[in-house]
């Protein structure tokens, strides 16, 4: 696609609850990035996929978070047992093999509420 | 680790005026990119500008450029000529130029300019 597509824009869930977040990147980027936003804070790096392949997992805060990517394309990051410091918005990025030459480029995010 | 400071929470400036953004950064890398963002209310991050470590000239993009004081480690945004839609969050980013190609995010400066 033309961007970076996320699903759903907006996600409200119940304590306890699993969800899962979609990401469509744009077609061809090989790398793929989750990072977390929370309200008044920066964004915090979660998870990177290189291809299929996940390298570095450092960024998951606790096991109830993983995420997979099939196909070299489509990543779905879950959260299980949603507590509610897990409220904030979720946003994926892709890029070429190397990010810092040709840059990211962000999706618009899903704002996951947690009640 | 890396670790991106802004110290400016909330900033504001008139229309057409110019705004210094702050940001600092630490690491022990040698050889890495700074990166300004910018996020609208749509929750995109957009990439403002980019700056190589081992270059010494400052980045320009139209408006926008830098003062880049590598020994410091300071990275500032300068924005010429506010314009209205230059109204958002700006983050500043820190990615090392070899390994994972995540980024380090500061916590960000909310910029509003005032017509």
């Known amino acids: 696609g033309a961007g970076v597509s996320q699903s759903p824009s907006n996600k409200v869930t119940e304590k306890g609850k699993d969800v899962e977040l979609r990401c469509d990147p744009i077609?061809?980027?090989?790398?793929l990035y989750w990072y977390r936003q929370s309200l008044g804070q920066g964004l915090e790096f979660l998870i990177y996929f290189q291809g299929n392949s996940a390298p570095d997992k450092s960024g998951l805060p606790s096991d109830r978070f993983s995420a997979e990517r099939t196909g070299g394309s489509v990543s779905t990051l879950t959260i299980q047992r949603t507590q509610q410091e897990d409220s904030a918005v979720y946003l994926c990025?892709?890029?070429?093999?190397?990010?810092?030459?040709?840059?990211?480029?962000f999706g618009s995010g899903t704002r996951l509420t947690v009640v | 680790a890396q670790t991106v400071t802004q110290s400016q929470p909330e900033m504001s400036v008139q229309e057409a005026e110019t705004v210094t953004l702050s940001c600092t950064y630490d690491t022990s890398e040698n050889n890495y990119y700074l990166f300004w963002y910018k996020q609208p209310p749509s929750r995109q991050m957009i990439l403002v500008i980019r700056q190589e470590a081992y270059k010494q000239q400052n980045a320009t993009e139209n408006r926008f450029s830098v003062n880049f004081q590598k020994a410091a480690k300071s990275f500032s945004l300068k924005i010429s000529d506010s314009q209205l839609g230059d109204t958002a969050m700006y983050f500043c980013?820190?990615?090392?130029?070899?390994?994972?190609?995540?980024?380090?995010f500061g916590t960000g400066t909310r910029l509003t300019v005032i017509p």
């Open positions: 980013a820190f990615m090392k130029k070899t390994g994972a190609n995540n980024l380090f």
């Open positions: 077609s061809g980027h090989t790398a």
């Open positions: 990025a892709s890029s070429l093999r190397d990010a810092a030459n040709y840059g990211y480029t």
